[in-house]
């Protein structure tokens, strides 16, 4: 069952005592970086990509990127759900081309001990695989070129979260999280990192993921360039998720390892948006050599990219970027009809699992506060309905609940009815609430939304109907 703890993590990271120790690599001379993206082996294609070229000092493109700001998303946890404590800043002198072809971010502090730094997203949150093929997401990167005492706190990345994180800030990990490439405290390694599932615990160990991590080939991390690619392999069966850098495979995690319903929810939304940052402070640099940073941490020693690229193999085309549709398409269902739950057109903070419920089927998994589904073009008819009803479940703790809500044509309109929810005994005890709803005729967007006072998940729906 899926749980959120009142500071959930995006990004909480591996803490293996098997994985830590580094391998050291005398040093290296930094590599030049590239002018352009590398053309992708035989029989890929590139679907997106960004060589950072540019003048120096100009941010990169706004057509590519969103620069997140501050200590969090709104309405998400604070410091990032992470622990980090830098402030990400949009001024080029944390975040800039540097004229040469390489996205720079760097972290600063002011005299008053304040850290600042960058994090950018890609625009597109549709990354993955067409219909039995594969899926590459790709970058060159020099990490912070800074080891030993003077790197204790650093932390840069390149990682991707699943769409559904968008706008609903609470839904980690289920919606999934691959960490490509990260880093911390200058060692000389590179760990890969699946979340998925349930926090704490659940299939992947949560907050720590299933993860490995191996030393870079040939010149360290720090003071060379590296190619950190992850695949996910839709044309063999069990699919597969690979790391790999300088095509080097370090880590891989098999669809067999894990719950077919963790697997479905994060693979079967959307896709993902690709994200670079560097990180001062928080869970993974501390749980190594906590706390940081220190007073002999150093500044100013920037993470360089070359390049960010996205291609895939076989299996037909990549869908074209997501695009809400103009119009809403012709259909939909009787309001009087049984409707199932997990027949949304859109949602936002939603997973599926299998129910234990009479009929068998699928259900909406916990869903808490700010979680959505809507129900295109449903027909209420003529003659008003005035009642809805809901089939939910709850294993909620004590103390925690929540209201189902009814919302026609748009979320932000006001609910024309709701109804309120507690633990019900378990997340499969079912029970059909009613509640009245004003009344309503012909056909409408039906959204159901879900509201609590508390971050913990608070219900899981089944289906629904409506009566005159």
């Not at 993470?303 to 895939?312: E, F, I, W």
Request: with cysteine.
């Amino acid at each position: 069952m899926r749980s959120r703890p009142n500071q959930p993590s995006t990004r909480r990271r591996t803490i293996l005592s098997a994985l830590l120790a580094p391998v050291l690599v005398v040093g290296a001379l930094t590599v030049a970086a590239e002018a352009s993206v590398p053309p992708p082996p035989a029989g890929w294609t590139t679907v997106w990509s960004d060589d950072f070229n540019g003048a120096g000092g100009s941010l990169p493109s706004s057509a590519n990127w969103i620069i997140d700001t501050g200590h969090g998303y709104p309405g998400g946890p604070g410091n990032w759900g992470t622990g980090e404590i830098q402030n990400y800043t949009n001024s080029p002198n944390n975040l800039s081309l540097d004229g040469a072809g390489n996205l720079k971010i760097t972290p600063l502090r002011d005299g008053a001990g304040n850290w600042t730094s960058a994090r950018i997203e890609t625009q597109r949150s549709d990354f993955k695989p067409p219909s039995g093929g594969t899926v590459a997401m790709e970058a060159r990167i020099q990490m912070p070129n800074v080891t030993g005492d003077a790197a204790l706190g650093y932390w840069p990345a390149f990682w991707a979260l699943g769409q559904p994180y968008r706008g609903n800030y609470w839904n980690w990990p289920g919606i999934g999280e691959f960490d490509i490439m990260e880093n911390v405290n200058g060692i000389n390694s590179v760990w890969g990192v699946l979340h998925c599932g349930v926090n704490p615990g659940g299939p992947c160990n949560e907050t720590s993921g299933i993860a490995n991590s191996r030393a870079c080939p040939g010149a360290s991390c720090q003071s060379a360039f590296h190619t950190y690619r992850f695949e996910w392999d839709t044309s063999i069966s069990p699919n597969q998720f690979r790391w790999y850098v300088d095509g080097q495979q370090f880590h891989s995690v098999s669809q067999g390892q894990l719950p077919a319903d963790t697997w479905n929810n994060m693979t079967s939304h959307a896709g993902y948006f690709l994200l670079l940052n560097l990180a001062i402070g928080g869970a993974f640099p501390d749980a190594l050599n906590g706390p940081t940073p220190r007073a002999s941490t150093v500044p100013g020693h920037p993470m360089l990219v070359d390049y960010v690229a996205v291609s895939t193999r076989g299996g037909g085309t990549t869908p074209p970027p997501t695009t809400p549709p103009t119009t809403p398409p012709p259909g939909g269902s009787s309001a009087y009809s049984t409707i199932q739950a997990e027949s949304y057109t859109q949602q936002g903070g939603t997973g599926v699992e299998t129910t234990t419920d009479s009929g068998g089927g699928q259900n909406l998994m916990q869903l808490g506060n700010g979680d959505w589904a809507m129900y295109r073009g449903i027909d209420f008819g003529s003659s008003a309905a005035r009642q809805f009803t809901g089939r939910v479940a709850s294993g909620a703790a004590g103390g925690v609940s929540g209201l189902v809500e009814v919302r026609l044509d748009s979320r932000s309109n006001a609910p024309i009815g709701s109804f309120a929810i507690a633990n019900t005994g378990g997340w499969q005890n079912w029970r059909s609430v009613p509640a009245n709803i004003t009344n309503v005729t012909g056909v409408h967007d039906v959204y159901l939304t879900f509201t609590s006072g508390q971050p913990a998940d608070f219900v899981n729906v089944n289906w629904f109907t409506f009566a005159h």
